[in-house]
Structures are given as structure tokens and as C-alpha cells.
């Protein structure tokens, strides 16, 4: 396997880093693998131009549409590996569940699979979070401000707190003859500062007396009490940078396109990302604890907490 950076070093913006499978003669080694967990971690795209996951051609061309018309393969469909569900179908759909989530688990597996022997660092210490089918065209895809993926963002999840954990997306367009286009901009070390400090709620993690208060909220287990400072602060600035319409325009962008069968993963975390267009993806999410990086010192969580001057956890 080799891994090439071709571009001119250009700080605080992502890069693209390919990687071509397999490479020469060389296996992949530990020092390898480090140095491309080092570019995802600080804000790299690494790209494999042809997927690494094999998708059969029958459950490609069912999650096409190419075979049924069931609106079930028409909205985007979450899986959860841990419990073997699929979140957003509804009764109507109970059919083409199974067969769905069948699909979906298989590509979960698949990437779980590469990923053990391509992140060395990481393999085994992940703790796998949701897989998606996205097959619903994102140029012109109406949503809430808040949930709009055509703005730039660094993702945060509000209802799955990773208490400091990376996140790691590993994205596959299946799509047989368009691309999927992405922008980014700055990554999170560049501007997440300046998004942080803008929420407003910095000092108040290091209050003790706020402290206290989050103390006895959580004992009584009150809504919201679960969520960690940390998680509080990324959802925050991933809200505030949706909201800022002048930022929106004005920031420094790239624009990446993803080929058919390609894939390409990403910590969305420190990417400021925006999908424009493309229908068709898979993806499998992975929540690597700072115990496993190899730059935690640089990762949103040490940088937040540098700002904060506080542990932000819990
Ligand atoms: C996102 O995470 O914002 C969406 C990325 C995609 O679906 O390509
Ligand atoms: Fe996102």
C-alpha cells in the first residue's frame, strides 16, 4: 500500500491524501499506518480511489433502487451494529428491513475488517458507532438549519456524546456514475478556537460552583446532564458555524470530488466538511478514544481544554 500527499503544503487547510490499494510490493507497517493516522487526526482526507470494501453487484443494485420501489431504499437509514437495527424505517417498510440491514451489516463488517488491518494504531480500541445509507441526492436536500450538511461543519453528534473520542468516518459512494462533492475549509486546530471562545460557555467549566451544580444535576439525573463539557462545546460551535452565514461565504474552501467506488474517510471532527451534491453513499462511524491517538495533544478535546484551562470529560 502506498500513501502520497501531492499537494503544497498549505496550513490549517484539509488535504488530500491518496492511498492506492495495493500497493508496491511493500506491506503495510506500523510507521505507515501511524503517519496516516497522524494526517487524519490533524484534518486529512485519505482517499482510496477504488474501495478497499467489496459491495456484491445483487445488494448494489438494491440499495440503487434498481430492483424494487419500496421507499425504503429511498431515505437515509441508520444501522446500529451493536443491537442489529435500523433506525428510520417505518411499519410499511418491515419487508425490505431485513434484507436492508443484512446490507448494511455486511458493509459494517467489511469496514471494520480493513480498517483493523489499515489503522494499526486504532484496531480493536474504535467503539463502533452507527453505519448510514444515504441515498438521497444532497444538492437541494431540504432540512433545518441545524441539520443542513451543505454548510460547513465539524460534526457532533447531541444525542451520542463521545466524551473526548475522535470521530472517524468512513464514507464508500456507490453510486455508479456520479460524483460525491465535499467542501472543507479550516480545521478545527485553525478556527475551532475561534468558534469556542464565541459560545460563550468557556469560563464557565472552570467555575466550581457550575461544577458543583452539574454534579448534583447528573446525581439526580436530570435531562441533559449526561452530556459531557466537552460534547456541550462541539455541539455549540458546530450550531454557531451553521448560524454564520458571513463565515459560510467568506471562509477558504477546497472542493473535493469522490468518485464512483471510491472511498474516503475522514475525522469529521477537525474537517470542516459540507456535502453539495452526489445520491448513494454508504458509511460506517468509528469513536476512537484519546488513549489510542497518535496526536492527542493536537486533537479538539486537548485544545478545548487548553482554552478552558479545565478537564472537560466526565
Ligand atoms: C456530513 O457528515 O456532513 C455528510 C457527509 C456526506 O454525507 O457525504
Ligand atoms: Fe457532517
Not at 494526517?39 to 434498481?66: H, K, M
Not at 486546530?189 to 471562545?197: C, D, I, K, V
Amino acid at each position: 500500500m502506498t500513501a502520497v500527499a501531492p499537494q503544497p503544503d498549505q496550513p490549517g487547510l484539509s488535504h488530500l491524501v491518496v492511498v492506492q490499494l495495493p500497493g508496491p510490493s511493500s506491506a503495510w507497517n506500523d510507521t505507515l499506518a501511524r503517519e496516516v493516522c497522524s494526517q487524519l487526526e490533524l484534518g486529512d482526507i485519505i482517499l482510496f480511489p477504488t474501495s478497499p470494501v467489496d459491495i456484491p453487484p445483487a445488494d448494489r443494485d438494491l440499495l440503487l433502487g434498481r430492483k424494487q420501489t419500496s421507499s425504503a431504499y429511498h431515505k437515509n437509514i441508520a444501522y446500529r451494529p451493536s443491537e442489529y437495527r435500523l433506525t428510520g424505517l417505518d411499519a410499511s417498510e418491515q419487508a425490505e428491513a431485513a434484507e436492508l440491514r443484512r446490507i448494511l451489516r455486511d458493509y459494517s463488517q467489511a469496514s471494520v475488517e480493513f480498517l483493523s488491518r489499515f489503522l494499526l494504531p486504532y484496531a480493536g480500541k474504535w467503539k463502533l458507532d452507527y453505519a448510514s445509507f444515504r441515498p438521497v441526492e444532497e444538492q437541494g436536500r431540504p432540512a433545518r438549519l441545524h441539520a443542513r450538511n451543505d454548510l460547513l461543519h465539524f460534526d457532533s453528534f447531541p444525542t451520542r456524546p463521545t466524551n473526548g473520542a475522535r470521530i472517524l468516518r468512513f464514507f464508500t459512494n456507490i453510486n455508479p456514475a456520479q460524483n460525491r462533492v465535499w467542501l472543507t475549509s479550516q480545521t478545527f486546530e485553525s478556527f475551532g478556537p475561534q468558534f469556542a471562545r464565541k459560545t460563550g460557555r468557556l469560563d464557565s467549566f472552570r467555575s466550581p460552583f457550575l461544577r458543583g451544580l452539574s454534579t448534583v444535576a447528573r446525581t439526580l439525573r436530570l435531562p441533559g446532564s449526561h452530556r459531557p463539557p466537552y460534547d456541550e462545546l462541539m455541539h455549540r460551535c458546530h450550531n454557531a458555524m451553521k448560524e454564520d452565514a458571513a463565515f459560510q461565504q467568506t471562509t477558504p474552501k477546497s472542493r473535493w470530488e469522490f468518485p464512483p467506488n471510491s472511498s474516503w474517510m475522514v475525522c469529521t471532527d477537525c474537517v470542516s466538511h459540507a456535502v453539495l451534491s452526489g445520491q448513494y453513499a454508504l458509511e460506517q462511524t468509528f469513536l476512537v478514544p484519546q488513549s489510542a491517538l497518535v496526536e492527542a495533544q493536537r486533537s479538539p478535546l486537548a485544545i478545548l481544554e487548553n482554552l478552558a484551562g479545565t478537564r472537560l470529560t466526565l
